[in-house]
């Protein structure tokens, strides 16, 4: 079963940067689009970024989109979250997962997702 892994969270400051990485160590992710979403305290969960299954389509919430870069490496089997720019709104824990079928948009805005990740924690704070 695939088990995804976050890494690259932690505390920053307003205006900074942190770049997410999601892996399966040991397994391939070309076969699954791959979304990151976040969830702060009492809010819902929310799609982020999503990516296609060669990377070559993206989709990113309205908040992020100029902001945040969703990325992959096949041949590293990772994606990234590139995230400028942050706020303290964007403090939340942030999730990977991964779904076979959807379209970038689709997985994002449902919130679908075969498998998910235990999360990393990103606080953005002075």
């Known amino acids: 079963q695939l088990q995804l892994v976050e890494s690259g969270g932690g505390l920053v400051q307003p205006g900074g940067s942190l770049r997410l990485s999601c892996a399966a160590p040991g397994f391939s992710l070309d076969d699954y689009v791959i979304g990151w979403f976040r969830q702060a305290p009492g809010k819902e969960r929310e799609g982020v970024s999503c990516i296609s299954k060669r990377g070559l389509a993206t989709y990113s919430a309205d908040s992020v989109a100029d902001r945040f870069t969703i990325s992959r490496d096949n041949s590293k089997h990772t994606v990234y979250l590139q995230m400028n720019s942050l706020k303290p709104e964007d403090t939340a824990i942030y999730y990977c997962?991964?779904?076979?079928?959807?379209?970038?948009?689709?997985?994002?805005?449902?919130?679908?997702?075969?498998?998910w990740g235990q999360g990393t924690q990103v606080t953005v704070s002075s």
């Open positions: 997962a991964a779904d076979g079928g959807p379209t970038v948009q689709a997985m994002c805005v449902q919130k679908s997702g075969d498998y």
